[in-house]
């Protein structure tokens, strides 16, 4: 188990407002990934960073930003939420270069 | 880039059949392939990973998957399931530090 926990775990929000979820990480893992899930697309990576204030974009990173201030905490912000977000957000970490990931519980976002 | 395809979205077998599940993968050189299981309301749990060398590649829950190359594929296989088995599955590739998943097979078990 990589120590991995998100907060928060379910969030219902307004069409708008910003929103941040919390990945944290109790080793030292240099790669921290953000996913999101819908039905019928699998996970689809948003964001990831390979290094403290390192980040880059993934498939779908419209509408998100991240940031990476010390090695255990990666942030995900919604700056205006919509409809399209509500999802379910996943955080991985890995533990080598080769691409070996393990995941977060997820957090349920609800935008209403 | 790379991309993965995973044929079936769902897939129903008896408790105690075997199971096999596919997975085609496109990528211009040595993937680095994964399958990952999802039970309901959870995050993601590695089966399973491809790196190099033998081609079958033993995982945890008894569960087994063989690289081909010339087919392009890494598809699952468990001799026999149990209704413990009902989940999502997920393959991946890795490379360039990131992994691209597949849509997922839904797995239903039936007494």
């Known amino acids: 188990d990589a120590g991995i926990t998100q907060s928060p775990r379910h969030k219902v929000t307004e069409t708008g407002t910003p929103v941040t979820l919390r990945c944290h990480q109790t080793?030292?893992?240099?790669?921290m990934y953000w996913y999101r899930q819908d039905p019928g697309h699998g996970l689809r990576l948003i964001h990831y960073?390979?290094?403290?204030?390192?980040?880059d974009k993934g498939e779908v990173s419209d509408g998100y930003s991240v940031s990476r201030s010390k090695t255990e905490d990666f942030l995900l912000t919604l700056e205006s939420a919509t409809s399209s977000q509500t999802s379910v957000y996943f955080c991985?970490?890995?533990?080598?270069?080769?691409?070996?990931?393990?995941f977060g519980p997820g957090t349920r976002l609800t935008v209403l | 880039a790379q991309s993965v395809t995973q044929p079936d979205i769902h897939i129903t077998v008896s408790e105690g059949a075997s199971l096999e599940l596919r997975c085609n993968y496109s990528?211009?050189?040595?993937?680095?392939l994964f399958w990952y299981v999802q039970s309901p309301g959870q995050g993601l749990q590695l089966l399973l990973k491809?790196?190099?060398?033998?081609?079958l590649v033993q995982g945890i829950k008894g569960f087994e998957a063989e690289f081909k190359r010339s087919q392009s594929s890494f598809n699952l296989r468990k001799p026999s399931v149990h209704w413990s088995d009902a989940a999502e599955y997920f393959c991946?590739?890795?490379?360039?530090?990131?992994?691209?998943f597949g849509t997922g097979t839904r797995l239903t078990i039936i007494p």
């Open positions: 991985a970490l890995a533990r080598s270069q080769n691409n070996e990931q393990f």
């Open positions: 080793e030292n893992h240099r790669y």
């Open positions: 960073s390979y290094g403290v204030k390192d980040t």
């Open positions: 990528y211009g050189a040595t993937p680095y």
């Open positions: 491809y790196f190099s060398g033998d081609t």
């Open positions: 991946a590739v890795g490379a360039n530090e990131k992994l691209t």
